[in-house]
């Protein structure tokens, strides 16, 4: 049985799926968590957590595994005004396994679940509240227009922006949008993701609830995704991140690290 969300949390919690080794970058990083990569300076998750804190998350999950130690000793229990609770998985899981290893910790009615390898200019709060309104939605997810990158998953949507077709690592001829890995669960759809498996959000929960008749939502975003997957776009991210990170950072405040 699920848990009743707790009274005194209000706002939307956040999940960042941050266990990833990074095997790709591993020559120009090092061993390292790949959410851990340094972009101009600073972990990449550093500019994830900024952007939530930006719009006004007060708690955010963080599904670690590879070096998970690394993670907890540099953010510890609180980053920028933020409460941070950490959910390992002590194998992988997945994307989809990895959130549903987390759903203990959500203690809001839907929760916000990002992808800690990319970075999306989109604003959380319109997103969260569009997701909210629709309330007939049980998942809503943020896509960009299609890019060069032939390895994320490519959206087919209706005229009322209802995901029709997810394929992950392909391009359907008439796909004109990208998944850009920020979404929204609602509390019966993070548990009823199989628990202590291995899963796939995309490759295997998303056409399986498209398939079931699930209503999931488009959020559409004209911005650009961007990600530290290959060390050929980490090295693109480092100019791009900077300014990002140069604007989201607390103003006189240089360790904001609670």
């Not at 799926?17 to 550093?46: H, I, N, W």
């Not at 997810?166 to 998944?179: D, G, S, Y």
Request: charged share 20%; with cysteine; aromatic share 6%.
């Amino acid at each position: 049985m699920q848990p009743s969300p707790k009274n005194r949390m209000s706002s939307t919690n956040a999940i960042i799926l941050c266990g990833g080794a990074g095997l790709r970058l591993r020559p120009v990083t090092g061993d390292g968590p790949k959410s851990m990569a340094q972009v101009s300076g600073r972990p990449f998750l550093e500019t994830l957590l900024l952007q939530l804190e930006r719009y006004g998350f007060e708690r955010t999950i963080l599904a670690v595994g590879y070096r998970s130690g690394d993670i907890q000793s540099y953010f510890g229990n609180r980053f920028c005004g933020m409460d941070i609770a950490y959910s390992n998985e002590l194998s992988p899981l997945g994307t989809g396994g990895a959130v549903r290893n987390a759903a203990g910790l959500v203690e809001s009615a839907a929760c916000l679940v990002m992808n800690g390898d990319s970075y999306t200019d989109v604003d959380l709060r319109a997103f969260v509240a569009a997701h909210q309104n629709e309330s007939s939605a049980d998942v809503s997810l943020v896509v960009v227009p299609v890019d060069e990158r032939g390895d994320t998953g490519s959206i087919l949507l209706d005229a009322d922006r209802n995901v029709v077709q997810f394929a992950e690592k392909e391009r359907p001829l008439l796909a004109h949008h990208l998944n850009a890995g920020i979404y929204m669960l609602s509390r019966e759809m993070l548990y009823g993701i199989p628990a202590g498996q291995p899963v796939s959000l995309e490759r295997e929960l998303f056409p399986q609830w498209i398939q079931e008749g699930r209503r999931i939502k488009a959020f559409v975003h004209a911005g650009k995704c961007v990600d530290i997957g290959t060390p050929e776009r980490f090295q693109a991210a480092q100019e791009t991140l900077a300014k990002v990170e140069v604007a989201a950072k607390p103003a006189g405040n240089e360790d904001y690290r609670a």
